[in-house]
């Protein structure tokens, strides 16, 4: 089955640095990426996600990036600002026919100091 | 329009005890979700259903039972509750598209002593 690997498992930046984090998956027959916040005591929510025939998706400060040869795709955090701090799982799972068995990562927890 | 509810948000068992977790949602969506997130771990799949009447198993299915009698409820059931089920369930929802997000309830945190 699929494996999602994550990394860094915690980052620290200042306010206006970037953000990078990256993950890996196994199975190349994945082909919806999405990412998920969390924060602290909240539900997670879709931030932006991806598919498998595209190579990067922007959405103002944040973009992923997707590399299917390779086979792991990052988000990428710009201008970060404290209320960027929270958990961020990334996912992977064949979408074909809509129903997402998704397979999240083990979690980025971001903390954006003022 | 409340989204995904979920019902406790808290509850402490002891070993052997059983509950059930209470999972509703009112965007008439077809597919349901249940997940567990243990700290450090992400969120794990319990079981799925893509309707009323069907459900079936995702990674870490040992140990609960579910049922779908309607589009609307989606109950986790827990028997003979073991600490290893400490942990924080999340009951999700989405539309049958291929770029639904998931819809997650605000959690149930258990803890089994």
Known sequence: GENVEQHPSTLSVQEGDSAVIKCTYSDSASNYFPWYKQELGKRPQLIIDIRSNVGEKKDQRIAVTLNKTAKHFSLHITETQPEDSAVYFCAASRANTGFQKLVFGTGTRLLVSP | ?113
């Open chain 2, 1 to 113: 329009n409340a989204g995904v509810t979920q019902t406790p948000k808290f509850r402490i068992l002891k070993i052997g005890q059983s509950m059930t977790l209470q999972c509703t949602q009112d965007m008439n969506h077809n597919y349901m979700y249940w997940y567990r997130q243990d700290p450090g771990m992400g969120l794990k799949l319990i079981y799925y259903s893509v309707g009323a009447g069907i459900t079936d198993k995702g990674e870490v299915p040992n140990g609960y039972n579910v049922s779908r009698s309607t589009t609307e409820d989606f109950p986790l059931r827990l028997e003979l509750a073991a600490p290893s089920q400490t942990s924080v369930y999340f009951c999700a929802s989405s539309y049958e598209g291929q770029d639904s997000p998931l819809h997650f309830g605000n959690g149930t945190r258990l803890t089994v002593t």
